[in-house]
């Protein structure tokens, strides 16, 4: 039995079973694998209008193999994740374009030309967060959702400035500008040239309602023009309504009706597992364990979208908008790059937590949107246990009590894996759901959220 028995484990299991129990319709009108005729129940998922909310989850470089993976080592091959009960999947393609070259494209996206596509519509250049090849800023769905009276939040393991949080409030010509202090690739943005100032800086002035995640580090470098000048980003954040939160303990005390910043780490959060290092003639069976090194101060990704959720609802309660919230599983993509299987596998999990949290607010609240996706493909493979690759591999034993081998060779070893230019799932449950299906493109996904919340762009 891999799966992890940690002190939440009796609380997940309940939570698990109520959930399940609540989810039989769905999961039977969903339900891979399924033997019944499901005509009647996938005919019933269609709904068209209107959402009061939407809730994005996306799990970075979660793309099937990923998926794939974190399923049969937790679940086994014919069990389902969270992720897997949602009515309507599609998959979608994920290129960007080529900076100089915008009518070519480029095969292999990054996070930041590929959230720029779901979270402005637009295509762009690897680097770009939320501005077109030549560098003009184009409006996100939180900012129109925003604009429009709805509530706003953005949530994630990475530090908040990274690139997918990022691209739904801030507008840069290179996602390396995190801080005020941090502008060396950004001169046309920063404050003292009269931009708009670094992510940190926008993320502030753009002003989601709830904002959690890492990148401490960046809301406290010094801002260098402006009103702000000289104060911290974090004390600009004070300054303009955030309460600012920095440890679990204190998210959990948040109550509904003012603005919310928390950061709980100086860079990206703590790993939920580690494991066995691959290399290039294997190991041996193995299974991850549960990451003792982990900051008790830091919430888990679940937690944060419980919270966020929470908030969200009860801050949106009597209002005729609802609100938007982008839920993101950063590490799974990081933990690909370092080629550490428990490492993405632990954060998938995790991220999979969130998923069947946002599901059981869309079985309460059936006019919420959730879509569940990914930004790009990763590295990870399921190889035939007994071989080797030209990368490196590891074998875990999985739930079923068989061997899994996963093969990393997308770089050479010890260096960063890459990306893949595969398209990727996405899935969703609620008023426009049915836009996912078929192969659509990453940008069409911003006008199916855009559609499905009445925003004009
Ligand atoms: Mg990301
Ligand atoms: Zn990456």
């Known amino acids: 039995m891999p799966a992890l028995h940690s002190r939440r484990t009796a609380v997940v299991a309940v939570a698990l079973t109520a959930a399940a129990l609540v989810?039989?319709?769905?999961?039977?009108?969903?339900?891979?694998?399924?033997?019944?005729?499901?005509?009647?129940a996938v005919r019933k998922a269609v709904v068209g209008g209107?959402?009061?909310?939407?809730?994005?989850?996306?799990?970075?470089?979660?793309?099937?193999?990923?998926?794939?993976?974190?399923?049969?080592?937790?679940?086994?091959?014919?069990?389902?994740?969270?992720?897997?009960?949602?009515?309507?999947?599609?998959?979608?393609?994920?290129?960007?374009?080529?900076?100089?070259?915008?009518?070519?494209?480029?095969?292999?996206?990054?996070?930041?030309?590929?959230?720029?596509?779901?979270?402005?519509?637009?295509?762009?250049?690897?680097?770009?967060?939320?501005?077109?090849?030549?560098?003009?800023?184009?409006?996100?769905?939180?900012?129109?959702?925003?604009?429009?009276?709805?509530?706003?939040?953005?949530?994630?393991?990475?530090?908040?400035?990274?690139?997918?949080?990022?691209?739904?409030?801030?507008?840069?010509?290179?996602?390396?500008?995190k801080g005020p202090q941090s502008m060396d690739g950004c001169a046309v943005n920063a404050k003292e040239n009269g931009g708009a100032g670094s992510i940190a800086e926008q993320l502030v002035q753009t002003g989601p309602d709830v904002m959690l995640g890492g990148g401490q580090q960046y809301f406290d470098q010094v801002v260098q023009a402006g009103r702000f000048q000289g104060r911290t980003v974090a004390q600009q954040a004070q300054a303009t309504g955030y309460q600012v939160v920095r440890t679990a303990d204190q998210l959990s005390r948040v109550t509904p009706g003012q603005k919310v910043l928390g950061t709980f780490g100086p860079n990206n959060l703590d790993l939920e597992w580690v494991g066995p290092t691959p290399t290039a003639v294997g190991t041996a069976s193995s299974t991850c364990s549960a990451n003792t090194a982990r900051t008790a101060s830091q919430p888990h990704l679940d937690d944060m979208a419980t919270k966020a959720i929470s908030?969200?609802?009860?801050?949106?309660?009597?209002?005729?908008?609802?609100?938007?919230?982008?839920?993101?599983?950063?590490?799974?993509?990081?933990?690909?790059?370092?080629?550490?299987?428990?490492?993405?596998?632990?954060?998938?999990?995790?991220?999979?937590?969130?998923?069947?949290?946002?599901?059981?607010?869309?079985?309460?609240?059936?006019?919420?949107?959730?879509?569940?996706?990914?930004?790009?493909?990763?590295?990870?493979?399921?190889v035939e246990t007994g071989t080797t690759t030209t990368g490196a591999t590891a074998t875990l034993r999985t739930h079923d009590g068989a061997d899994m081998t996963i093969s990393y060779a997308t770089a050479p070893i010890g260096s960063s894996q890459q990306h893949t230019g595969t398209e990727v799932r996405v899935a969703a449950a609620g008023p426009q759901a049915a836009n996912v299906t078929g192969v659509t493109n990453q940008t069409d996904l911003f006008f199916t959220m855009a559609r499905a919340l009445g925003l004009r762009h």
């Not at 033997?35 to 009647?40: H, K, L, M, V």
């Open 50 to 177: 209107h959402a009061r909310n939407v809730i994005m989850l996306l799990g970075d470089g979660m793309g099937d193999s990923e998926i794939t993976i974190a399923r049969n080592y937790q679940v086994g091959a014919d069990g389902r994740l969270a992720l897997d009960h949602l009515p309507m999947t599609g998959e979608y393609t994920t290129y960007a374009v080529q900076k100089d070259h915008p009518e070519l494209p480029d095969y292999v996206t990054d996070s930041a030309a590929s959230g720029t596509g779901w979270a402005t519509g637009h295509k762009t250049y690897n680097g770009a967060i939320s501005v077109l090849p030549d560098g003009t800023p184009v409006p996100t769905v939180l900012e129109l959702a925003k604009r429009a009276g709805y509530r706003t939040g953005d949530v994630t393991t990475a530090e908040l400035q990274d690139a997918t949080p990022a691209v739904l409030v801030a507008h840069v010509v290179d996602r390396g500008c």
């Open 23 to 40: 989810a039989i319709p769905s999961a039977a009108a969903a339900g891979a694998g399924g033997r019944s005729d499901r005509t009647a």
């Open 311 to 382: 908030l969200l609802d009860r801050e949106s309660r009597g209002s005729r908008h609802g609100f938007f919230l982008q839920i993101e599983g950063a590490s799974i993509d990081k933990q690909d790059h370092a080629a550490n299987p428990c490492g993405q596998i632990g954060e998938t999990v995790e991220f999979d937590k969130a998923v069947g949290t946002a599901m059981a607010y869309q079985r309460s609240h059936p006019d919420t949107l959730v879509i569940v996706t990914a930004d790009h493909g990763h590295t990870s493979q399921i």
